[in-house]
Structure formats: structure tokens, C-alpha cells
């Protein structure tokens, strides 16, 4: 496994691109959207290429997302919660709260890994002429037809959010 791939590269630069943070954070604090999911989607997107299926299963992604990666997540809050009950003790919970951020972000790098090495089989190339809009609002339809339940509907808050996200990932391809 190489960990320090294009996908990690294109994660790093997308996540830190003005907005994006943001309302992918919403849509998985508020919706429980898979973060790094929608990171390969748009990734796949930039590689002109259009999501098939998801790699969770076949990757072991999403058994390392539920053991791993979803507990230092709930821990890390639990450290930030913590740390404003303690001034006296702010510092030192800082510290670990710091520790375990790097510890989720280490286990996410992992998570992406895992859907790298499963890419060419959860992808197939755009058809010809398909813009990036077009591949970036397809790929984002598979993780949300994936995500919600049968009889479940997107709310307009959520699809705010989707429409956000949109824009924000053609914006960032597009430069």
C-alpha cells in the first residue's frame, strides 16, 4: 500500500479549499455522510472518471471507518467537551486533544488508502464529452442513493448543502 498517494494528495488540497471543509463536515455531522466517500467521489470526478460502486465492503473502509476512525472521533469531541469544563486543566486536555486529532487524521489517510487500492474497480471513464458538473452531481447521486434509506427523502436543508458542495468541488476542479 502506498499511503501517501494522489487520492491522499487531492483530499489534502480539496479539503482545505475555501467551503468544502465546511459543508462536508455538515453533511457528516448532520446527515452521517461518509466524508472520505465523498472525497473519492470527487476525486474520481477530477480523474474524469464516474463511481460504479462503493468500495467499503470490498476495501475493509468501512469496518475501519466503525472501528477505528468513528471512536477517536467521538473521543476527540468528547477531549474538546472536556477541556472547556477544566481550565484547569486546558493545557494538558489541549495536548491530548491535539494527539487524538492527529490520530483521526492518521486513521482517515488509512480510509483512503484503503478506497485508492479498490479505485479501478468502483469506477469506469465518463463518457466522452461529459463535463465536470455533469461527473461531480452523478457521483455525488451514487453516495446519496447509497446513503438514504428506501422511503427516506433529502430535506431542503440537506439539498442546500448538496448544492453548495457542488459548486464549491466545480470550482475547485475548475482552477
Known sequence: MKIDNTLWQFAKEFYASTGVCDELLTLQNSWGYNVNQLIFATWLASNHLRLTRLVDVASGS??????????????????????SKNVDLQSHIGSCYQALLGAELAAEQVELEMMYTEYA?????AAVGVDLH???????DF?????????????????????NLEKLAVGFLNN
Open 121 to 125: 474497480s468502483a469506477a469506469k471513464p
Open 134 to 140: 455533469s461527473l461531480i452531481i452523478g457521483n455525488f
Open 62 to 83: 468501512k469496518e475501519w471507518r466503525q472501528d477505528v476512525t468513528s471512536p477517536l472521533r467521538q473521543i476527540r469531541k468528547l477531549t474538546r467537551q472536556l477541556m
Open 143 to 163: 453516495c446519496r442513493q447509497a446513503h438514504i434509506t428506501a422511503g427516506s427523502a433529502i430535506d431542503e436543508a440537506e439539498q442546500s448543502v448538496w448544492n
